[in-house]
């Protein structure tokens, strides 16, 4: 089949087996450090996405992703409802009723966001469910759902009951002024495995309205579920009349720093593991610099022999370019084949450090790509300053001796 002269020789130099032991360890050594640079950065990419996509599958589904509060300004909005139920990004819609209060057992005291449940609509904490069942929360009176994490702090189970006390909201004894309080009889645990559980937990929504003196359904907030939580900016921007009918509150505002933490800690770690790509970079850089040095008499015999100085540039492009194919292909396919049995690698090593749990590994196609398209791109960057070195050698300023 025919080749371009340049790459033919190039691939000759770049598979040949006899040399310069030195400089053939460096090309060995930088094919490995691309490889291994580019296994641990696409199998810390893949487990970080796994994280970052259970938080947002687990968590951001049990909490508003918009929320609408009622002002004087807000009028009818039967329609405007109307017209988000309808909409392709919305996913749900529902009243949301919220408190701060407190938990009391005999065991522990405990503040968390109570938030209602209506019958009628769908509960995203139904899928969660560990142990006991929301239907009692939908046929009885004062009903309540913890988290498994709430209910080993507080001690309690299904079917014992805990004193709920909201602080904001008060009532006039002859004792004084004193903070409203009811027992509620936990119906439910669940077990999101996110954030969420420590600081969330879920009561029928009428015996929460009904504790918080909250008599006007008509009034109640408003909860949107979107399809993508992180298509917010687009949601505002098709619906711009949220913003002038009512108080608007997100996701974003309670919970975005979060989520900003795990993006920027995905950013230090592929910034850190990238750094072992370029040291590996810089490997090939070194190996054709040395090799050039070592070529000088055979550039010159090929420039004798026709070459130009671009053809021999080209030369020691593609053996660089080579190392660099050769070391993103490994790298890539390792560090998917590590990243898919990553739970079944670390349960053979022993080195499980999550209490049998498994690591969730979610693989982004652009981000794959993106990773080898640099290496390869890098690699092709460290290939010019040795060409340009060898295209200016001068065949009678070599051969002048021999």
């Known amino acids: 089949m025919y080749q371009p002269v340049s790459l033919f020789v190039g691939l000759r130099y770049a598979k040949a087996a006899k040399g310069n032991a030195f400089i053939s360890f460096i090309s060995f050594f930088s094919i490995a450090g691309i490889a291994l640079g580019l296994m641990s950065l696409i199998t810390v990419s893949s487990v970080m996405n796994g994280f970052e996509q259970s938080l947002k599958t687990a968590m951001l589904d049990l909490i508003p992703h918009v929320q609408l509060r009622h002002t004087s300004n807000s009028g009818d909005n039967t329609e405007l409802l109307k017209k988000l139920r309808d909409n392709k990004q919305v996913k749900r819609i529902q009243p949301y009723l919220t408190s701060d209060v407190i938990l009391q057992t005999n065991k522990e005291l405990l503040g968390v ?60 004894t002859p004792l004084g002024r004193i903070p409203m ?86 950013r230090i770690m592929s910034f850190l593991l990238g750094l072992i790509v370029i040291v590996a970079i810089f490997n090939i850089l070194s190996a054709l610099s040395m090799m050039v040095r070592e070529k000088q008499g055979e550039v010159a015999i090929l420039q004798t022999l026709g070459f130009t100085p671009q053809m021999i540039g080209r030369v020691f492009m593609v053996q660089g370019l080579y190392n660099g194919l050769i070391g993103t292909m490994i790298g890539v396919v390792f560090g998917i084949l590590v990243a898919n049995y990553i739970n079944e690698i670390l349960a053979f090593t022993g080195l499980s450090l999550l209490g049998g749990a498994s690591l969730p590994v979610v693989f982004s196609q652009s981000g794959l790509l993106t990773m080898a398209l640099v290496s390869i791109l890098m690699s092709f960057i460290a290939t010019l300053y040795p060409a340009k070195k060898a295209a200016s050698v001068l065949p009678a300023e070599v051969l002048r001796y021999e």
């Open 181 to 266: 309080q009811r027992l509620f009889t936990v119906a439910a645990i669940y077990d999101s495995n996110s954030e969420a559980d420590t600081a969330l937990a879920f009561a029928d929504g009428k015996s929460l309205a009904r504790l918080m003196r909250r008599i006007d359904s008509v009034k109640y907030d408003v909860s949107i579920t979107l399809h993508d939580a992180f298509a917010l900016s687009d949601f505002y921007l098709e619906n711009p009349q949220l913003k002038r009918d009512f108080d608007i509150d997100d996701w974003q505002s309670q919970q975005g720093t979060l989520f900003a933490a795990v993006a920027m800690e995905k």
């Open 113 to 172: 966001r109570l938030q209602g449940v209506f019958s009628g609509y769908s509960n995203p904490v139904e899928q969660h469910i560990y142990s006991g069942s929301s239907t009692r929360m939908e046929n009885s009176k004062y009903q309540l759902m913890i988290s498994r994490y709430l209910s080993s702090k507080l001690g309690v189970g299904v079917g014992e009951e805990i004193r709920v006390i909201l602080p904001d909201v008060s009532s006039y």
